[in-house]
């Protein structure tokens, strides 16, 4: 189009039909668009008699609408948004053509103002169309440093009935189990990239609170124990501890914070019943020793504490495994080789348990020769 006036205002009406949903015979147009602003709604004469019939026919339109997006009337910019919203649609055979779209696009991931927009989309738009923009901010740099953004993102995603206090809010909430499902993976897989992208990027300064949602959404599914089972349930519950993980590993994280994390993970390793989460609540738990200097840790009674504890625990109800490995990793990294009771730790491993498994003694040696604990520390990353 040459007026690039026109061809903006005509983006923006596509982006308000291909969000469109006819009503049920229960519903008016308010209710079964209830993410749609008063002014959108009168801005495509819903009300009007004449323009019935062309709702009638709006899966084909919609299709239509598309294909003129596919043309040349439109910059990449201004065709991006529409076909991002139709790419969200329930109609596979409109998702397929506006994924054609999307990919020959040129747009960049690390447009601020895109982002932006995305970010703003986000925060109006039901869960179909959030899981498919969290989808393209994985692809941001850029928004890995938009803080206030993402954490806007986790609370509004990972929200309840019982949080949801105005009546937006609760037409945002998923409608489905499945819904639920895809938007939290969706959720998990943006954060992962967050916290891989983010600790290189000026500004990221929200690893800590991003943990600390983190572990309310597991204890939200019950904790230490798990109180929803499903496959996904349990998907999501492995994810989330292996982004506490990655995120703790980069944090800025006073070491009082660290140990109380810590002691989060080893009680969570020891009682969670889900198997297919115990390799990332150790990797999370690993990711914790990085920023603890051996002779701070020796410093800390609270630490030695902590250890012994759960050195100590017997192999039986409510633990459903044991922590002895993690413990004395824990002792061999976070404490002076001239540190009595990381020694002590040791021994214990060696020698404490009949039938012991041979990973646990071997980390005990390690800890008691001067040696193999050395090349340890000097291997081990700052």
């Not at 100590?312 to 413990?327: G, I, K």
Request: charged share 20%; glycine share 4%.
């Amino acid at each position: 189009m040459s007026d690039e006036a026109d061809a903006k205002f005509l983006a923006s009406m596509i982006s308000i039909f291909l969000r469109l949903r006819n009503p049920t015979q229960t519903q008016n147009w308010t209710t079964a668009n209830p993410t749609l602003t008063k002014s959108e709604l009168e801005s495509l004469a819903v009300e009007s008699p004449e323009s019935q019939k062309v709702f009638e026919r709006m899966s084909e339109l919609k299709l239509k609408l598309v294909a003129l997006l596919a043309s040349g009337a439109f910059t990449d910019e201004e065709k991006f948004l529409p076909a991002l919203y139709a790419a969200s649609s329930f109609d596979n055979r409109l998702v397929s053509a506006a994924e054609e779209v999307l990919k020959r696009s040129s747009v960049s991931m690390e447009d601020e103002a895109l982002v932006k927009r995305l970010f703003h989309a986000h925060s109006t738009l039901p869960p179909t169309y959030r899981t498919r923009i969290l989808n393209m901010l994985s692809k941001s740099s850029i928004s890995a440093t938009m803080s206030d953004d993402i954490m806007a993102v986790v609370k509004l995603n990972f929200s309840t009935q019982d949080q949801a206090s105005s009546g937006l809010a609760q037409n945002l909430l998923p409608k489905s189990a499945l819904e639920q499902t895809k938007l939290h993976t969706a959720t998990f897989q943006y954060l992962a990239w967050v916290a891989r992208v983010g600790p290189s990027q000026e500004g990221f300064d929200i690893a800590v609170p991003l943990v600390h949602e983190l572990s309310v959404f597991i204890e939200g599914q019950g904790w230490p124990v798990p109180q929803r089972t499903s496959h996904d349930d349990i998907a999501l519950r492995s994810k989330a501890y292996e982004t506490i993980g990655v995120l703790a590993r980069s944090a800025n994280m006073p070491i009082a914070r660290r140990l109380q994390l810590a002691g989060w993970l080893f009680k969570s390793l020891s009682e969670d019943t889900t198997a297919d989460a115990v390799v990332n609540i150790d990797g999370a738990l690993s990711s914790l020793t990085t920023n603890i200097p051996a002779m701070t840790g020796s410093e800390s009674q609270e630490l030695k504490t902590m250890l012994l504890t759960f050195m100590s625990l017997a192999d039986e109800p409510p633990a459903v495994r044991s922590t002895r490995h993690a413990v004395v990793k824990w002792a061999n990294q976070c404490l002076a080789f001239s540190d009595v009771l990381a020694r002590w730790i040791d021994i214990l491993a060696v020698g404490a348990h009949e039938g012991e498994r041979s990973a646990v003694i071997e980390q005990g040696h390690r800890g008691l020769d001067p040696r193999t604990y050395h090349a340890h520390a000097e291997n081990s990353p700052e």
